[in-house]
C-alpha cells in the first residue's frame, strides 16, 4: 500500500514540474518574442525617420546623437552604427567601429536587402573594443538591422544594432 502511494505521489510531482516547466517555457518564449520585436521595431523606426534621410550621409554627428539616445534609453543595445552601402561605418554609438568595415558581417549583408534579425553570436569586431579582461566571458549578441534609405528614396546604408544577450537572462529572472 506504502509503495502504490509513493509511485502515486511521484508520478504527480513529475507531472507538476513537467506542467510548470511547460508554462515557464512557454512564457519565457513569449517574452523573448515580444522584447525583440520591440527592439526590432524601434530600430525600424529610426531607419525611417524622415529628419534622418538628408543626415545618414551627411551629418554623422546628427545620426551619432540620436544612436547614442536610443543606447542610452535601453542598456540592451551594446552597439548600434549606421554603414554605407560600402560597409564603412559612418556614424555608431559612442564612435565604436566608425570607419572600420563591416561588409562582411551578416547583419550587415542581410540589411542591405530587407529588415533582418539574426542568431545569437560573438561579436568578432566588436568584442576586441569591449573586452574587459582576458578571464571574461565571450560577449553573445543579437543583431537587428534594416536597410536605411535618403531623401531620394535611394539606399543609403544599413542601420543596425547589437543587443547584448544578457538581457535574456535578466528576463529570465524576472519571469514567476
Known amino acids: 500500500m506504502i509503495v502504490g502511494a509513493i509511485m502515486i505521489g511521484r508520478r504527480e510531482a513529475v507531472r507538476m514540474v513537467r506542467q510548470n516547466m511547460s508554462e515557464l517555457a512557454s512564457n519565457m518564449a513569449s517574452a523573448l518574442d515580444s522584447t525583440m520585436r520591440d527592439r526590432f521595431r524601434e530600430i525600424q523606426v529610426i531607419g525611417g525617420l524622415r529628419p534622418l534621410r538628408t543626415a545618414w550621409r551627411t551629418d554623422p554627428d546628427q545620426v551619432r546623437e540620436v544612436l547614442d539616445t536610443l ?22 554609438t559612442e564612435k565604436l567601429l566608425e570607419g572600420a568595415s563591416v561588409a562582411e558581417r551578416p547583419w550587415f549583408v542581410n540589411g542591405l536587402k530587407a529588415p533582418s534579425v539574426g542568431d545569437v553570436h560573438d561579436a ?18 543579437v543583431d537587428v538591422s534594416v536597410p536605411v534609405r535618403d531623401e531620394a528614396g535611394m539606399l543609403a546604408g544599413v542601420l543596425g544594432a547589437h543587443l547584448s544577450w544578457s538581457w535574456a537572462g535578466d528576463l529570465r529572472q524576472r519571469l514567476p
Open 71 to 92: 543606447q542610452a534609453s535601453l542598456p540592451a543595445y551594446t552597439w548600434i552604427g549606421f554603414a554605407a552601402t560600402d560597409g564603412t561605418v559612418l556614424s555608431s
Open 124 to 141: 568578432k569586431l566588436l568584442a576586441a573594443v569591449l573586452r574587459r579582461g582576458p578571464d571574461v566571458a565571450p560577449f553573445r549578441f
